[in-house]
């Protein structure tokens, strides 16, 4: 049920005298003879109003001249499209208003705060936007001009009869796709769009909170995570084990072991390991050589020789030896051989199979099949990850695609669920040229243009043309990746737009005026509304243009007087800046030493910790990271050995979405030093 239905009009008049109450003189009492009556009543108007507009206040506090607006969204459901809205409107970031790091999302209010406490009563706690802007009079006027016009703009609109809700399904599987594809923000935005929505149990939904901060690489954060024993103890999908057991790993094992101090090693993981114990169950063979370090280990401390065994034989079949501290091979070989007698094989615990499957999945085809057959197994396979265990897709390229293109609608809206578990399985190494742009097909036939989607939808961009295609493969791609340019390209999403632009450029083009026309369409949007865009965007707008001998005029955001802004100017820093994709840091790399020259950037592109990535860590003021395909053991290094608190991630894997992190992550730094 929508949740506007329970806000009566004394709901809403009552929620507006506590608003406009104690901690706000913005129209103190609503004495309707108050000098700022004019301003203050036209929102209070739309508030009371017969619509489903989002609730927009203005709050001003004279003790310390303080100036915000806050925007209430009618239902926690429609809190992405109240961000879009405001970004549209009072955007672009540093003329009105201030952004979160990727994009706008609700604020986490302060419930000591009678105003903020109000707000809270009425929509909850995932619903409403504080926005703030300069002191400047003109700032704070254009941010309220602005958001009345967004108001008048959404009222005037045609009138809707239905609404869409996206079943939970659809949000997983988006989910998924934006976690593949580098989408941080458009991830963390679903988990919120999710928990709104119902549908998953608290169980579930910390399943998909460790899932992200795995991905992430924020150990600290996994082990500190609410109640994570009785996650652990609740038998979670293998994932979600992988995310504890590599976070033990790198916050307790690491540094002992590899300065070879096993009781070290041992006493950590009794002190941070206390959940281990529960995930000694299972199959686990989808677990890499960190997760599996720490289960050894904790056999040999458990003196569980069976688990031992277990482990030991799954280590060996999946070549993970080396990889491996000989110090707890060693002490794992010791507790086997102790034990009394050779255990009998039929005595170890086995991975259970099930038993009404008629046909195993263990491979790609098979997966797709069973996906489009609507079998429950399928979705368990993707949960468990099961595919870590199979060939790369690349082996069925031509076979997956043929499957995809033949499928009928309802059967490929199913195969979207698989294409987060595609994109992590192909990474970087193995294109699926074919498969890929099977899956391009798939999104434009079910316009999915969603932030995570387009994430998703750009990693498949990639992954196509990586493969070298001809002439008429490429302009058959760009064709469909142009085919609806005008449902997404918008201000409010140009690191994304220009992202696409950008491995665009970066691939090789078998035809030239397929690209510019691409291109084009993509950047002219952009070019006709620059003065909505971020620094960052523009400034790196300009060198695609430049790139692509494409000639469009990229006027710098307006300030105050209505001229060209003053670019910002970012003190002396540290950067770190990390991604598996080197072109990427290297562009992103060059267009820093245009924008923040006295900033020193350092790259890595390390697929495990070493040595010079520790002292990159280490040095770093500010650590931005690219999350596509990244690898844990180097993402939870660079956390475990950071001295900093100001770490950004892209919402993407292009070198636009990892200029923005990196400037709005130097840009609060900047702000709090």
Request: proline share 6%; with cysteine; hydrophobic share 45%.
């Amino acid at each position: 049920m929508n949740q506007t239905t329970s806000w009566t009009i004394d709901r809403i008049q009552a929620f507006l005298h506590r608003f406009f109450g104690e901690g706000n003189d913005a129209w103190p009492k609503m004495d309707p003879k108050h000098s700022w009556t004019a301003r203050t009543e036209p929102f209070v108007k739309i508030a009371l109003g017969d619509n489903d507009a989002p609730i927009v206040l203005p709050r001003w506090v004279a003790a310390n001249q303080s100036y915000s607006m806050y925007a209430i969204a009618r239902d926690p459901a429609d809190a992405g499209k109240t961000a879009e809205l405001i970004e549209a409107f009072a955007g672009p970031t540093y003329i009105y208003c201030n952004m979160e790091r990727g994009g706008f999302r609700p604020t986490l209010l302060n419930r000591d705060d009678p105003v903020e406490r109000a707000a809270i009563d009425l929509a909850g706690e995932r619903s409403t936007f504080r926005l703030t802007t300069g002191k400047s009079a003109k700032y704070r006027q254009g941010l309220t001009d602005a958001l009345l016009l967004m108001q008048q703009t959404y009222l005037r609109r045609p009138p809707r009869l239905w609404r869409v809700v996206k079943p939970v399904g659809r949000l997983i599987a988006e989910f998924d796709a934006a976690l593949a594809a580098g989408g941080e923000a458009a991830s963390l935005d679903l988990l919120e769009q999710l928990a709104a929505a119902g549908g998953l149990t608290a169980t579930n939904l910390a399943h998909l909170k460790l899932k992200r901060l795995d991905r992430l690489g924020a150990t600290t954060k996994v082990l500190a995570f609410p109640a994570l024993q009785d996650v652990a103890r609740q038998d979670p999908p293998a994932p979600v084990k992988a995310a504890i057991l590599n976070a033990v790993y790198t916050v307790a094992l690491e540094e002992p072991l590899t300065a070879r101090n096993l009781e070290a090693a041992k006493s950590n993981l009794i002190t941070h390991g206390k959940a281990v114990p529960e995930l000694l169950a299972g199959d686990p063979r989808s677990y890499g050589p960190q997760a599996m370090t720490v289960l050894l280990l904790a056999c040999v401390i458990l003196k569980n020789t069976e688990a031992a065994r277990r482990f030991m034989t799954a280590a060996e079949d999946l070549d993970q030896t080396p990889e491996i501290s000989m110090l707890v091979l060693n002490e794992a070989n010791a507790l086997i051989a102790q034990a009394s007698g050779d255990l009998d094989a039929s005595t170890v615990a086995q991975p259970e199979e099930s038993a009404d499957s008629a046909t195993p999945i263990n491979d790609w085809p098979a997966l797709f099949f069973a996906l489009a057959e609507g079998d429950s197994a399928a979705k368990d396979a993707l949960d468990e990850e099961q595919w870590t265990l199979w060939p790369t897709p690349a082996e069925h390229d031509g076979t997956l695609a043929e499957f995809l293109d033949g499928l009928s609608d309802g059967a490929a809206r199913e195969l979207w669920r698989a294409v987060g578990s595609f994109i992590d399985a192909v990474g970087y190494d193995d294109p699926a040229p074919e498969c890929a742009h099977a899956f391009i097909h798939n999104a434009v036939l079910f316009n999915r243009y969603s932030p995570g989607d387009l994430a998703a939808l750009q990693a498949l961009m990639e992954i196509a043309l990586r493969a070298a295609p001809s002439a008429d493969q490429y302009a058959e791609i760009l064709k469909d990746i142009g085919s609806d340019t005008d449902r997404w390209v918008a201000p409010e999403r140009a690191s994304a737009v220009l992202d696409f632009v950008d491995r665009l450029f970066l691939a090789a083009c078998p035809n030239p005026g397929a690209r510019a026309s691409l291109c084009s369409q993509l950047l002219g949007p952009l070019a006709t509304r620059s003065r909505r865009l971020t620094e960052a965007d523009i400034a790196f707008a300009r060198r695609l243009s430049e790139d692509l001998g494409i000639s469009f005029s990229w006027d710098a955001p307006a300030g105050e007087d209505g001229k060209e802004s003053t670019p910002v100017e970012f003190p002396s820093a540290t950067l770190l800046l990390y991604s598996l994709d080197e072109a990427v840091l290297t562009r992103c790399q060059e267009e820093l030493k245009r924008l923040a020259p006295a900033v020193k950037v350092l790259t890595a592109y390390d697929h495990v910790g070493t040595p010079q990535l520790r002292q990159k860590a280490r040095t770093a003021n500010v650590i931005v990271l690219a999350t596509r395909c990244a690898k844990h053991a180097a993402t939870g290094f660079i956390d475990q050995n950071k001295t900093t608190k100001h770490v950004g991630y892209a919402n993407g894997s292009g070198s636009a979405s990892l200029l923005r992190a990196a400037v709005d992550a130097l840009r609060l730094a900047a702000a709090e030093s």
